[in-house]
C-alpha cells in the first residue's frame, strides 16, 4: 500500500540512522546558540572599545583646544615672552624668530638664559672644525666689565665707543646678581648683564666670574679678542687704535712671570703635585686680554681649575696665579707675557694706587699712554704698550671727559 505524507519515508529508516538525525538537529541548535552568545559578547566588547576611544580623543582634542585656542585670560604675558620668542611658542605678543637659524646661533641678542655654570662652559667650548666661516665674519672685541655694581665711568666709555660700527665690539657685564646698570637704551652698555653668581675678593670666585664672561662672549661667534676689565678702568687711546692693535696681534697678553718671593713661590702649595710642579709656578695682573683660541681653552679645562679652587686659598689668590701658570705650562707660545692694562702698585700693600680727580692731568695721561718704555708687539718693538689703565675714582670722571678729545683722541 502506498504511503502519503511528508514523513513517509521516515517510517522506514534504521533506528540508529534516527538517533544520528536528533543529535545532528541537537548540535546544530547549540551551535547556533553558541555563535549567538559569541557575538552578543564580540559586540559589546566593540562597543565598549569605541565609546572609550572616542572618549580618550575628545580629552586630547580638548587638552590641545586649551593651549591653541585664544584664551580669555587677559592677563599680559611676561616681559620676556613680549620681546623674541622661537617659532614654536605659543606666547601671541612674542616677534617671532628662527631659534635654530644660523643668525641666532651665531649672535644671540638676548644674554638672558638659564644655563648652569657647567652646561654654559660646555656650550661655549664648542670649536667648529671646519676652517672657512659660511658668513661674511668681522671679528670683534669683546670688552668684559666685572664689577659688583654702578659703572661711574662709564659716560667715558660710552664716548670711547661713540660712533663706532657696532659690528665692531661687544659689551658685556658681570655684576652682582639681580644688578641692573643704569644705561640708557642707545648706550652700549644696555642689558649686556649676563647671568651671575655673588664674587668675594681673593677666592676662586673671582676667576669664576672671569670665565663666565669668557663663555658668555664666545657664545657670539664674532669674538675675536676678549678684554677684561673693572669699573675703575679707562681706555687710554681711541678705538680704531685700540681694535687694530688687538685684532692684529699673534699674542694675547697675560702677565706670567716668576716671583721667587714669599707673593710668588712662597703661594704654591706641594698639594698640587705632580700635576704642577714649583719651577712652573707664576704670578700675574688679573686684568687679561685673550685671543678667542686661548679663552676657549680656559672655558674647557676642569683639571687645573680644579687645583687651584682645592689648593690655591688665601694666602694664594687664583686670579693672580691660574692663568699666568696655566699658560706658562701649555701654551706660552702664543701668550706676550704681559699685560695691556697700566696699574700703579708703587704704593705697596694688596691694592694698587687709586687716582681720583685731583691726580688726573694731561702729563700725567701722556705718560701711561708712553712713558718713553718701549715692548714687544709681534715681531717688532713698540711705544705703545698699555692700551687701558686703572684703578680710578668716580671723582677722575669729569677731568678724562676733558682731556678725551685732546690727550686720549675720542
Known amino acids: 500500500m502506498a504511503r502519503n505524507g511528508r514523513g513517509e519515508g521516515e517510517d522506514y529508516l534504521p533506528d540508529n540512522n534516527k538517533n544520528q538525525t536528533g543529535l ?64 614654536a611658542s605659543v606666547a601671541p605678543s612674542c616677534e617671532r624668530v628662527d631659534c635654530l637659524s644660523m643668525e641666532t646661533f651665531l649672535e644671540p641678542n638676548n644674554l638672558t638664559h638659564g644655563m648652569t655654570d657647567t652646561e654654559l662652559f660646555w656650550r661655549a667650548s664648542m670649536v667648529p672644525i671646519t676652517k672657512e666661516y659660511p658668513y661674511q665674519r668681522v671679528p670683534r672685541v669683546a670688552f668684559m666689565f666685572m664689577t659688583r655694581g654702578p659703572l661711574p665711568l662709564m659716560p667715558l666709555w660710552e664716548r670711547f665707543f661713540q660712533g663706532v ?51 658668555n662672549a664666545l657664545l657670539d661667534f664674532s669674538n675675536e679678542r676678549f678684554v677684561l676689565l673693572s669699573e675703575s678702568c679707562i681706555p687710554v687711546y681711541n678705538f680704531p687704535t685700540v681694535y687694530k692693535y688687538l685684532i692684529g696681534s699673534k699674542y694675547s697678553f697675560v702677565e706670567s712671570y716668576d716671583n721667587p718671593g714669599r707673593f710668588g713661590r712662597g703661594r704654591y702649595s706641594r698639594k698640587m703635585l ?66 695691556v692694562t697700566w696699574v700703579d702698585w708703587s704704593v705697596g700693600g694688596p ?20 712713558n718713553g718704555a718701549l715692548c714687544q ?4 718693538m713698540t711705544s705703545i704698550c698699555n692700551l687701558f689703565a686703572r684703578k680710578f675714582a668716580p671723582t677722575a670722571l669729569e677731568p678724562l671727559l676733558e682731556l678725551a678729545s685732546s690727550v686720549m683722541e675720542f
Not at 640708557?184 to 677666592?203: A, C, H, K, L
Not at 685731583?358 to 701722556?366: I, L, Q, S, Y
Request: aromatic share 14%; net charge neutral.
Open 24 to 87: 545532528f538537529k541537537l548540535f546544530q541548535v547549540v551551535s547556533f546558540l553558541v555563535v549567538f552568545v559569541v557575538g552578543v559578547v564580540i559586540g559589546l566588547a566593540t562597543s565598549a572599545h569605541i565609546n572609550r576611544h572616542f572618549g580618550s580623543q575628545t580629552e586630547i582634542y580638548s587638552f590641545i583646544n586649551h593651549f591653541s585656542s585664544p584664551s580669555n585670560d587677559t592677563t599680559p604675558p611676561p616681559e620676556k615672552e613680549q620681546t623674541k620668542c622661537c617659532t
Open 165 to 215: 660700527d657696532n659690528k665692531l665690539f661687544t659689551v658685556y657685564i658681570h655684576v652682582d646678581p639681580g644688578y641692573k646698570v643704569n644705561a640708557s637704551t642707545s648706550s652700549p652698555f644696555y642689558r649686556r648683564e649676563i647671568p651671575s653668581q655673588p664674587v668675594s675678593w681673593g677666592t676662586v670666585t673671582l676667576v669664576d666670574a672671569e670665565k663666565r664672561l669668557l663663555a
Open 274 to 339: 705632580p700635576h704642577i710642579q714649583l719651577y712652573q709656578w707664576r704670578k700675574g695682573s688679573q686684568w687679561f686680554e685673550l685671543s678667542r683660541t686661548l679663552a676657549t681653552i680656559i672655558i674647557a679645562d676642569v683639571k687645573y681649575y680644579t687645583l687651584f679652587s682645592n689648593y690655591c686659598l688665601p694666602a694664594c689668590y687664583p686670579d693672580e696665579h691660574y692663568l699666568p701658570t696655566y699658560f706658562n705650562m701649555f701654551h706660552g707660545s702664543l701668550n706676550s707675557n704681559r699685560t
Open 351 to 370: 691694592h694698587p694706587a687709586m687716582y681720583g680727580g685731583d691726580n688726573v692731568t694731561e702729563d700725567f695721561v701722556r705718560s701711561i699712554r708712553n
Open 377 to 380: 708687539y709681534n715681531s717688532e
